[in-house]
């Protein structure tokens, strides 16, 4: 990386682009001053009525997700969340970073959901949008809340975050995995930590990711990885190690992507390729391109995932080759779906 004064080392993106829907505004948010972090970084809480949302995209493998937090703190340049907090209002550039939003009531409302009539338990994953995990998790607790209620009612929920803050919640995940009701995939996108210091600048290190598998594998929770997103040039050439060592901490399952760059997410990352390392900026941009068609914007289902091309097809390649010969294939977790309970317990307990 070339020395760049302008440069905002701990942010991802390095710029705040135009809001495609100007127009919106904020309404449903409340912003407390009280939360400010010292004028850097805002807390937001909202006012949401329902926390389980629907999945119709047949590449992500669910049907519903939740989100108690929405932007994030890790920073991650790539990331295709950025692109919903244009919805809120905000730029997905710095505001995803800087201005986070929260809901104070997702236990609550996750609950409710459970106890309404005909609810059918289904994996839900948390979170399918931004780390659950994330800074504000550690003070705000809603994650915790969340698996609370989870193990309450025994309804299975998947988690993917890329931060060990996970294992202070062990007392809760170590319950559901005892009863099939819970896996965790650990984000792992390399196991270089002068890229990550760029690419994911506030995010655990790859050796604490590392570690915090090991603590889950050693507790009995089924634990995988996601390697992804994959950047030709960037983060291509560790694939095959990421997996091996994530296999050889506990993990039995693992996951890839190619980079897509949809939306504002395209102009943010280019901006952040060319400040971060400008001596191989247009060859990177271009094999990213390659991938997708002729173009960073993808969204086939059934291709944006994988990618497509040479390029793309041997990131892919590599990937499942080790996959096989580290993790015997990376089986995936089967959720138990029997142990559901919609009184929570208190069926039971009223027999008394």
Known sequence: MTENSSYLKGRGAQTNPHN????????????????LETGKTEYIPTRAKTIINKVDSPDVGLSYSMNPYQ???????????????????????????RKILY?????????????????????????????????????????????????????????????????????IISALAAQGLVSV??????????????????????????????????????????????????????????????????????????????????????????????DRADKVWNQIIECHGGTVNDSRFGMRMKGEGKIAESIMTLFKTARKRYMNGGKRFVFNLEAFDPQGGEGQLSLF
Not at 20 to 31: A, V
Not at 71 to 97: I, K, M, P, Q
Not at 113 to 123: I, L
């Open 20 to 35: 495609r829907f100007e127009r919106q505004q904020t309404d449903g948010i409340d912003t407390d001053d009280s939360l």
């Open 71 to 97: 932007g994030c703190e890790h920073g991650c340049v790539y990331c295709y969340a950025r692109n919903t907090h244009e919805y809120w209002g905000y730029s997905a550039g710095l505001d995803f970073e």
């Open 185 to 278: 995939m650990i984000s792992l996108t390399g196991l270089t930590e002068e890229t990550r210091l760029l690419l994911e600048p506030r995010t655990a290190t790859y050796q604490k990711r590392l570690r915090t598998i090991r603590e889950l594998s050693h507790a009995g929770v089924p634990v995988g990885i996601m390697a992804a997103p994959i950047i030709p040039g960037i983060n291509s050439h560790e694939v095959a190690m990421i997996v091996e060592q994530a296999a050889l901490h506990g993990a039995t399952m693992a996951g890839t992507q190619i980079v897509r760059l949809n939306g504002a997410i395209g102009g943010i990352f280019k901006d952040w390729l060319c400040k971060t390392y400008p």
């Open 103 to 171: 809901k104070p009531d997702a236990p609550s409302l996750l609950e409710k959901a459970f106890r309404k009539k005909g609810w059918e338990p289904y994996p839900i994953m948390l979170s399918g949008n931004t780390d659950c995990y994330q800074p504000l998790e550690k003070k705000k607790m809603l994650t915790r809340g969340i698996l609370e209620v989870c193990l309450k009612y025994k309804h299975p929920v998947g988690i993917i975050t890329k931060n060990s803050l996970i294992i202070r919640d062990l007392d």
